[in-house]
């Protein structure tokens, strides 16, 4: 009886843990002309969204990315789409928060 309690015990916390474990895809580089820009899946997620809010539209998966203007996000396309201003900073003359060189 201990036996079977103690493996019931066992697997519960098993499946606790994987269900709490961490949803993201880890830092994405994209290699750029005017500095490199890193996405961070953690801090997104910090953010509540779901992989959902994201993929598969408007982002495809890394194999699948297609380049983007800044003019194309400031017109909301990609990550001006949240980065707007409103719901999140806006992507006009941010440069030095995602550019990194």
């Given at each position: 009886m201990r036996r079977v309690l103690f493996l019931a015990i066992t697997l519960i916390l098993i499946l606790a843990?994987?269900?709490?474990?961490?949803?993201?895809?880890?830092d994405v580089t994209m290699k750029n002309s005017f500095g490199n820009t890193v996405f961070s899946h953690?801090?997104?997620t910090q953010k509540n969204l779901s992989c959902q809010s994201c993929h598969?539209?408007?982002?495809?998966?890394?194999?699948?990315?297609?380049?983007?203007?800044?003019?194309?996000?400031?017109?909301?396309?990609?990550?001006?789409l949240c980065h707007d201003g409103k719901q999140a900073f806006t992507v006009k003359g941010s440069c030095n928060v995602c550019h990194k060189r």
């Amino acid at each position: 009886m201990r036996r079977v309690l103690f493996l019931a015990i066992t697997l519960i916390l098993i499946l606790a843990v994987n269900l709490a474990a961490k949803v993201g895809g880890g830092d994405v580089t994209m290699k750029n002309s005017f500095g490199n820009t890193v996405f961070s899946h953690d801090i997104h997620t910090q953010k509540n969204l779901s992989c959902q809010s994201c993929h598969p539209e408007p982002y495809l998966t890394a194999e699948k990315h297609q380049a983007i203007t800044m003019k194309q996000m400031e017109q909301g396309k990609s990550c001006g789409l949240c980065h707007d201003g409103k719901q999140a900073f806006t992507v006009k003359g941010s440069c030095n928060v995602c550019h990194k060189r």
